[in-house]
């Protein structure tokens, strides 16, 4: 890319940074958010979910040392979690599970046919009613 444009794009990331108009997090979000996932990560009945660049396979599989269910991910689950944060929702840990039971936690975008077959945690855009646009 031209010099002018990188410089010109530097610049209108340092203003958008700075900018009031920014959406941001309250802190006592950010804080409860950290928590809740904190404490997930510490939750033995919880799955650990791996972002994984190409998701070839998303079958669960179970991680033999910590006997943890490992579910590949896309970057969904951040996206659905900064997005509850933002329209101020504070699930528990508890809720959350629940919520994943319920395939109500987006995980991946989009799935092919085949993968469906294999998804333990149906929560892809289409399901959730998440909607990360609005």
Known sequence: ?????????????????????????????????RDVMEEWNEANDMPLLLRKQRLS??????????????VYTDNSPAQW???????????????IKKMLANHEV??????????LKVIKYMGILSKCGVHLNA
């Open 81 to 95: 979690a900064f997005y509850c944060a933002m329209k101020n929702c504070t699930p528990s840990l508890e809720q």
């Open 57 to 70: 396979q998303r079958e669960p599989f179970i991680h033999m040392p910590s006997h943890r269910e490992i």
């Open 106 to 115: 987006l995980i991946v975008m989009a799935a092919s046919k085949e993968q």
């Open 1 to 33: 890319m031209p010099v002018d444009v990188t410089e010109t794009l530097k610049i209108a990331g340092k203003l958008w940074a700075e900018s009031p108009h920014r959406p941001r997090l309250a802190p006592k979000f950010t804080t409860h958010w």
